[in-house]
């Protein structure tokens, strides 16, 4: 069995929902085991045996939620058996549209540089700053959860 432990930061949900689809899209493949937890619950020792590790934040001025940046350094100071990640984040577009997901991915690199990135990162547009998510946005979310199931199969 494969583990994926998703940890994500919500303001208003909206970051919320798309781990949860992102979740849904993991377990529609066979073999495949995930947790989602929201990172001010989330204990770094669960991220130890996973097999993967899916981070996901809101933008914050452009920058991830600050708490997803902890997460991000503390995983670079345990001895992780985890061996690839995945980044997405929810955002109103415009000139910081994938920005977020680029900051974590580098802070990935930097912090935890054993981690190996399973797929590029994805982002999910809201309308205005609470949201809701855009329409057609949601089904971006399972496709990104199936494919990364699908490179993470034995």
């Known amino acids: 069995m494969v583990k994926v432990l998703i940890v994500y ?3 208003y949900g909206n ?3 798309v781990a949860e689809k992102i979740n849904e899209g993991i377990r529609e493949i066979a073999g ?8 001010k619950k989330v204990n770094v020792d669960k991220a130890v045996n996973s097999d993967a ?3 996901g934040s809101p933008n914050h ?7 997803i940046a902890a997460f991000i350094d503390k995983l670079g100071k345990i001895d992780l058996k985890t061996k690839w990640a995945a980044v997405f984040d929810t955002q109103g577009g ?5 920005q977020v997901v680029k900051k974590m991915e580098e802070r990935i690199h930097e912090k935890v540089p054993r981690l190996k990135l399973v797929a590029p990162g994805l982002s999910i547009r809201v309308t205005g700053m609470k949201g809701p998510i855009a329409d057609g946005e949601l089904p971006k979310c399972l496709d990104f ?3 990364i199931a699908s490179r993470l199969k034995p």
């Open 9 to 11: 930061d919500t303001k």
């Open 15 to 17: 970051t919320k929902i």
């Open 32 to 39: 495949m085991e995930s947790t989602i937890v929201d990172v």
């Open 53 to 55: 590790v899916l981070i």
């Open 61 to 67: 001025a452009g920058r991830p939620a600050r708490g």
């Open 94 to 98: 415009g000139k910081a549209f994938e």
């Open 145 to 147: 959860g199936k494919k």
